[in-house]
């Protein structure tokens, strides 16, 4: 079974950075693209960053020049390195994965990760 797991979740001060990471687990031909997505308290969930397989990224505006994603493509492992944290990139941060293809052929269409939680507080 093909899971993910995130860490690197946790208590930052405001001006901090935090690098979250997300691993595929699992034995996992390729991934087309992974990415993440937070929900802050009382709003929905949202895009924060996504990069493919083959290394096009793509950012919302609200964490351009802050957070930077990557991958490693041969560990199935996708990171969030975020700079310069403000109170409100405080969220739920979810990993998510799509287009998973197996090792026995199947495909998972979607995953995504049980989510870590990132405060920025002083």
């Known amino acids: 079974q093909v899971q993910l797991v995130e860490s690197g979740g946790g208590l930052v001060q405001p001006g901090g950075s935090l690098r979250l990471s997300c691993a595929a687990s699992g034995t996992i031909i390729w991934i087309n693209a992974m990415g993440w997505y937070r929900q802050p308290p009382g709003k929905e969930r949202e895009l924060v960053a996504v990069?493919?397989?083959?290394?096009?990224?793509n950012y919302a505006d609200s964490v351009k020049g802050r957070f930077t994603i990557s991958r490693d493509n041969a560990k199935n492992t996708v990171y969030l390195q975020m700079t310069s944290l403000q109170p409100e990139d405080t969220a739920d941060y979810y990993c998510?994965?799509?287009?998973?293809?197996?090792?026995?052929?199947?495909?998972?269409?979607?995953?995504w990760g049980q989510g870590t939680l990132v405060t920025v507080s002083s």
């Open positions: 998510n994965a799509k287009g998973v293809r197996r090792d026995n052929s199947d495909w998972d269409p979607e995953l």
């Open positions: 990069i493919t397989n083959g290394g096009i990224t």
